[in-house]
């Protein structure tokens, strides 16, 4: 079974303007299911689109099944059956040997920004950019699914 290892951050927003970056791929994605065991997820992402299921996050692990999908296929999925939806734009950067992807958020999210870093394993050891913050694993608000229902703006 394909498992995710995932570890989240918020991010400094300051210190992220200041960082000289790559050109971002934009992200639009819709939920068609999302509960605490499971969640079904379409995204689009320039001229490529994905259907991924994800299972229940057990730790920082959960299992993560992904697929390409045509693009039109997508997009028809997010106006007729996505319930939710997310948008942002994500920068890959490669930080001491490991990739992390940072997330700037748009619409009811704007304003948030987010680092993730896949591992190998929970033990990895890896070592912080300056413009990470706290740690976010654990708090489930920061799941992409719970955004599109309760997003970061609502929180205040």
């Known amino acids: 079974m394909p498992v ?4 989240k951050f918020l991010v400094d927003a300051d210190k992220w303007r200041q960082f000289v970056k790559p050109e971002p791929m934009h992200i639009k994605q819709g939920y068609l ?6 969640t079904i997820r379409v995204r689009v992402v320039g001229e490529k689109a994905y259907l991924t299921i994800k299972g229940a ?9 992904e697929y390409p999908i045509p693009v039109k296929d997508a997009i028809d999925l997010l106006d ?3 319930v939710s939806f997310t948008e942002k734009n ?5 930080f001491a040997g490991h990739l992390w992807e940072v997330d700037v958020f ?6 948030l920004i987010v680092a993730e870093i896949e591992l190998e394993n929970e033990a990895t050891e890896f070592e912080l950019p300056g413009w990470v913050t706290v740690e976010v694993s654990a708090d489930v608000r920061y799941y992409n ?12």
């Open 4 to 7: 995710e290892i995932e570890r």
């Open 33 to 38: 299911y999302s509960d605490v065991d499971k």
């Open 57 to 65: 996050t057990t730790g920082i692990s959960r299992s993560e099944y």
């Open 80 to 82: 007729t059956l996505a």
């Open 90 to 94: 994500r920068y890959n950067i490669n």
């Open 106 to 111: 748009f619409g009811d999210n704007a304003g």
């Open 145 to 156: 699914s719970n955004l599109s229902v309760n997003p970061f703006n609502k929180w205040k």
